[in-house]
């Protein structure tokens, strides 16, 4: 995997990880505006890093992902490779 690729991926991994991180802590403070915000903002980065990686990679989840023709998903590494 070439390391613009890699780089962005792990952005995306990072953002996902700070989103899946608010949402647990917003469940047991529900009121705290500036989690609110914080996660808010983190959900638009972590749309906005996804689209760029799918635009200039692929897919990162099939089922979520529209596909062009032929088929997207398999074409590309694999995340092990």
């Known amino acids: 995997m070439d390391k ?3 780089n962005l991926l ?3 991994m990072a953002a996902d990880f700070t989103v899946t991180d608010l949402m647990l802590y917003l469940d047991t403070h529900p009121c705290d505006q500036n989690a609110i ?3 808010n903002s ?3 980065r972590s ?3 996804r689209r760029e990686y799918e635009r ?3 897919p990162i989840i099939a089922q979520l ?3 062009k023709f032929p088929w997207q998903w398999v074409q590309g590494e694999w995340p092990w490779e």
């Open 47 to 49: 749309l906005v890093l």
């Open 10 to 12: 792990k952005e995306v």
């Open 42 to 44: 983190s959900v638009q």
């Open 4 to 6: 613009n690729r890699e």
């Open 37 to 39: 915000a914080l996660y």
């Open 56 to 58: 200039l990679y692929g």
């Open 65 to 67: 992902t529209p596909s």
